[in-house]
């Protein structure tokens, strides 16, 4: 017989299996992030972040020491040092010009114009001789293919925090992110509790709207509201985006809440009232406790959208430098930072820091508080 009570399903593999690839494809690209903002630009442009842990190949110009560095020796002048900054690396082939720039192994003296000779060894370590002092400011050019040993840095973090003026949109992020999250709940939950528990004229045309809302994209308000904040002087201030987030968020928190706080056992609700305990006494004592998971759950939702929002944010609040949020920042810099991938990285992974805390640590009341306002609706 088959779906016999106890008897897994012959379909738990497959869906172990894709949960695992769905948690995969949301891992993955996290940690590759992560990775990212830790290596420096050459590693970033040249290797994938699954090979941070292997040395990486670049092909690198880089000039010798100035004339003035030469020294005499014999019947030559010589101009010797390291192509690595550091001294740690190797060079698996080097060339004197750019139609032959790998064209030399390590070791090998290459033929340069006016009798000139350049050898570069595995090492790095390169030797420059001519038959005539060097003349000239600049150093020569030498062509080489390196290999770089891996190396990770805290620097993208020091230059994103302290000086690319990312940690100033942080804490506009979080001027934003708490009043939008913390408003809308306090609102929501006695609206929610009226809806639920309240019997006045209207209400069941309350509740149609309420769901109506739900489908109405926030785009088509955006305008009109922007033009209502500006004749009441909210406009690009805090207070507006505030009550944006609010308006926008509210309809989702009343319907969630609202299926919640309808499915609590009735008869706790009418004992109190039996007691003689008021309708704010209900919600403070009893509805409020016995509501945390659907407070959690919502905003746990309000949080993250509220958080990684720009579009709202940058019609209320604009592109002001003292009040740009992270999503703006972040917006700047792949503007004028197209090739500064590891700026991008480093600034990406500090956006999404804090939600994934939120998420971890709030997680368990996610599906809590959704499934039980999904099952009753009173």
């Known amino acids: ?4 009570a106890g008897q897994k399903s012959a379909l738990g593999w497959a869906v172990n299996i894709a949960v695992v690839a769905l948690v995969l494809l949301w891992t993955i690209p996290t940690i590759g992030l992560l990775v990212s903002s830790f290596r420096d630009r050459d590693q970033i442009s040249t290797t994938g972040w699954w090979r941070a842990l292997t040395a990486s190949e670049q092909n690198v110009i880089v000039r010798s020491a100035p004339p003035d560095a030469q020294v ?4 030559l ?35 340069m114009s006016k009798d000139r000779t350049m050898t570069v060894d595995a090492s790095g370590n390169y030797r420059i001789t001519s038959p005539v ?15 770089t040993p891996p190396q990770f840095t805290l620097a993208n973090y020091d230059r994103v925090l302290f000086s690319e003026g990312i940690f100033r949109s942080f804490i506009n992020t979080f001027t934003v992110t ?37 489908v109405v994209p926030l785009q088509m308000a955006l305008i009109p509201l922007l033009k209502l904040h500006n004749q009441i002087g909210i406009g690009k201030d805090y207070l507006g985006i505030w009550l944006a987030h609010t308006g926008f968020g509210l309809p989702l928190a009343i319907y969630l809440l609202r299926n919640y706080i309808a499915g609590l056992p009735r008869e706790i609700i009418e004992s109190a009232r039996v007691d003689g305990a008021t309708d ?12 945390f ?34 999503t703006g920042r972040l917006r700047e810099l792949l503007g004028s930072r197209g090739g500064d991938w590891e700026i ?35």
């Open 1 to 4: 017989m088959d779906n016999i």
């Open 72 to 75: 005499a020796e014999g019947d």
């Open 77 to 111: 002048w010589v101009i010797a040092g390291n192509i690595f900054e550091d001294g740690e690396g190797e060079v698996t082939a080097f060339g004197v010009t750019s139609r032959a720039p790998t064209a030399l192994t390590p070791g090998t003296v290459g033929e």
């Open 133 to 147: 002092e060097f003349s000239g400011s600049r150093g020569t050019r030498i062509f080489a293919t390196t290999l």
């Open 178 to 214: 708490i009043p939008a999250t913390v408003i809308p709940i306090l609102i929501a939950a006695f609206a929610a509790y009226a809806l639920a528990w309240m019997e006045f004229p209207g209400r069941a045309l309350l509740i149609a709207a309420v769901v109506g809302l739900l």
């Open 280 to 291: 704010f006494e209900i919600f403070r004592r009893i509805i409020l406790p016995l509501s």
């Open 293 to 326: 998971p659907a407070l959690a759950s919502f905003a746990i939702f309000q949080f993250l959208w509220v958080w990684n929002d720009l579009l709202v944010a940058t019609v209320f609040l604009g592109n002001n430098e003292e009040q740009l949020v992270m």
């Open 344 to 378: 991008l990285a480093a600034s990406a992974f500090v956006s999404i820091a804090v939600p994934l805390v939120v998420f971890f640590t709030m997680q368990r009341y996610l599906v809590r508080g959704l499934l039980a306002g999904s099952v009753k609706g009173g």
